[in-house]
C-alpha cells in the first residue's frame, strides 16, 4: 500500500510541475509521461485544474509511452496552429484516454449578436482560418459546445446554446470539414460560466463555444504502429 501511495504522489508531484512550474515541458513530453503508466492519476489533475470535461469516448487500446509521446507531438502542431486563428483562445486538456487534446474557445461575443445564433462576417472568416486547422489535423475528432451567460431563462439559454454550437459546427462543414470528424454538438446554456455574471465582462466571456479537438481512434493506432507524424 505504501509503494501504491508512493507512486501516486510522485505522479501528483509531476502534475504539479506541469501545471505551476515546468513551462519548458511540452506536450510531447507530458505525452509519453502519461503514456508511461502516470495517466489515470496525473489526467484526472490536470482535467480538475484545467475545468475540461471528459473528452471523447475512452478505446480499448492499450497505450504506451511511445503513443502519449507521438500523440503530445502531433497535438502540439495542432494548438500551434489553431493559436493563428484571430479571436481564438487555445489550452491544451486532457482527453478520456488520458492523451493530450486541444480546447480552442471562441468567444460568442464576436461570433454572434445578442441573444442571436447567425454568424457574422468577422466569425465566418475565423472560422475559415479554423477550418484549414481541422483539415490539417482531420485525423482528430472533434467536439463542439456552446455556453451563454445567465442573462435570461434557461428555457430561453439552453436552445440558444446549441444553436450557436449548431451555427459553428454547419459552417465548419460548409467550409469541407467532414461530418464525420465532428464526433458531437451540444448546448451547456449557461450552466458552465467561466467568469462572473455579475459583470459585462464576466458575461462576454461566458458567452462563448469550444471547440475540442482530440486523438481519434485511427490517430491512436498510428501512434502505436509509429506513423504517426
Excluded at 454568424?119 to 477550418?131: P, Q, R, V, Y
Amino acid at each position: 500500500m505504501k509503494i501504491k501511495f508512493f507512486k501516486f504522489l510522485c505522479v501528483a508531484i509531476c502534475a504539479v510541475m506541469v501545471l505551476s512550474g515546468c513551462g519548458t515541458m511540452n506536450n510531447t513530453a507530458k505525452g509519453s509521461l502519461i503514456g508511461a503508466g502516470g495517466g489515470a492519476a496525473l489526467g484526472l489533475l490536470i482535467g480538475h485544474f484545467a475545468g475540461n470535461k471528459a473528452i471523447g469516448a475512452a478505446v480499448g487500446t492499450a497505450v504506451g509511452a511511445g503513443t502519449g509521446a507521438l500523440i503530445g507531438k502531433r497535438m502540439d502542431n495542432a494548438a500551434k496552429a489553431a493559436a493563428q486563428v484571430q479571436n481564438a483562445t487555445v489550452e491544451t486538456i486532457t482527453d478520456a484516454n488520458n492523451l493530450t487534446a486541444v480546447k480552442v474557445t471562441f468567444d460568442s461575443g464576436l461570433l454572434f449578436a445578442t441573444n442571436k445564433y447567425d454568424l457574422n462576417a468577422a466569425a465566418k472568416s475565423n472560422l475559415a482560418e479554423f477550418a484549414k486547422v481541422l483539415k490539417d489535423f482531420n485525423d482528430a475528432d472533434v467536439l463542439i459546445y456552446g455556453h451563454t451567460d445567465s442573462t435570461g431563462s434557461d428555457a430561453i439559454n439552453n436552445p440558444l446554446s446549441v444553436n450557436r454550437a449548431n451555427a459553428v459546427a454547419n459552417y465548419l462543414r460548409s467550409l469541407g470539414v467532414s461530418n464525420t470528424q465532428i464526433k458531437g454538438v451540444e448546448g451547456f446554456g449557461s450552466k458552465e460560466p467561466v467568469a462572473d455574471n455579475s459583470t459585462v465582462a464576466g458575461r462576454a466571456k461566458n458567452r462563448r463555444v469550444e471547440v475540442y479537438m482530440y486523438a481519434s481512434e485511427a490517430m491512436i493506432n498510428a501512434a502505436n504502429q509509429g506513423t504517426l507524424k
